[in-house]
């Protein structure tokens, strides 16, 4: 899903309570919100314009996808000039040039995607990134960029490897009775999640905690 601009819903801050909502969602182990696209959850992820790479599938506006793709799929400068006139809102940004040569043509549709993705809703965005602060999720989110597959849609699943590398245990201190017993449930949990991946072997197919 794409953020779209919304200027009575950014006055009333709704874009940050959203922000909150999922932070909650994802604290108390509700279902996931992936529903974000990729440019959106890059900007959530780095906050940096300059760290997007911009899809022009991740667009909203279905007339801008469909004629901004014609512009980028030309081969000629008679095609992508025919493609151009079709593409009237691009007289809506700013520092585009009126003419494109063909050699030019990516470096055109990546920043009319990026306008389009991150640029037009970024106030939308930073306002829902306010709320993903709530409980500390979005420090952890951007600590751990891989966890990005709970905020982006069509997100490859997050293997039980990749969990482990991210939850890291604070134990106590080692040799007490208590660390023994923080020892074996992280083994119990690895076993767990690796069940959960198929990943079983006969010696622990079942683990119990």
Known sequence: MAVRCNVHCQSNGTFRI???MLSTIITQGGQSPAI????????????DIDKIKPDIDDIPD???RRTLKKV??????TALNAALAECDWRFEIDGLP????????????NECALYFTVLKPQGMLDQ??????YYGVLELIREHPAMKVLLEANSEEMTADQVTRILKPMYSAAGSNRRK?????????????????????????SPEM
């Open 18 to 20: 959203i922000g909150q």
């Open 36 to 47: 974000f696209t990729k440019s959106c959850v890059e900007y959530i992820i780095y906050g």
């Open 62 to 64: 279905a007339e801008v």
């Open 72 to 77: 980028r799929d030309s081969q000629t400068q």
């Open 98 to 109: 009126r003419n494109v040569n063909i050699q030019d043509v990516q470096t055109f549709t």
């Open 128 to 133: 829902l990134i306010a709320g993903l602060k």
């Open 181 to 205: 017993q923080e020892e074996l449930v992280i083994v119990k949990f690895q076993d767990f999640l690796n069940c959960i991946q198929g990943k079983c072997t006969n010696a622990r197919e």
